[in-house]
Nanobody, 126 residues
Framework: QVQLVESGGGLVQAGGSLRLSCAASGRTFSTFSMGWFRQPPGKEREFVSAISWRGGHTYYADYADSVKGRCAISRDNTKKTVYLQMNSLKLEDTAVYYC????????????????WGQGNRVTVSS
């Protein structure tokens, strides 16, 4: 079994920054593609970012247009943790953020993920 636990959310002012963390259990973390999704109030869950394993000790980052240029995804395989650094936060970034893991490489579609965290709320205030 694989467990994912998010942390780092909370209340921040517009224009501020935060870093979300997702700690994973299991021995196969380095070969997982890891993604971040979010669900704003009253809206559907949407893709935010992912860092995908493509072999050859190489990872590739993907970002939704809504956060491109404002966030950076990274991972520490020793700590089995993936991070999402978010800067220049906007009111529309308010959402419950979920981390997820998959053995696949199609990372923008939620149904392709095998494991999910419990969610972590981010609230951006004006």
């Amino acid at each position: 079994q694989v467990q994912l636990v998010e942390s780092g959310g909370g209340l921040v002012q517009a224009g501020g920054s935060l870093r979300l963390s997702c700690a994973a259990s299991g021995r196969t973390f380095s070969t997982f593609s890891m993604g971040w999704f979010r669900q704003p109030p009253g809206k559907e869950r949407e893709f935010v970012s992912a860092i995908s394993w493509r072999g050859g000790h190489t990872y590739y980052a993907d970002y939704a247009d809504s956060v491109k240029g404002r966030c950076a995804i990274s991972r520490d395989n020793t700590k089995k943790t993936v991070y999402l650094q978010m800067n220049s936060l906007k009111l529309e970034d308010t959402a419950v953020y979920y981390c997820a893991g998959t053995y696949g490489t199609i990372v923008t579609y939620a149904d392709n993920y095998n494991y999910w965290g419990q969610g972590n709320r981010v609230t951006v205030s004006s």
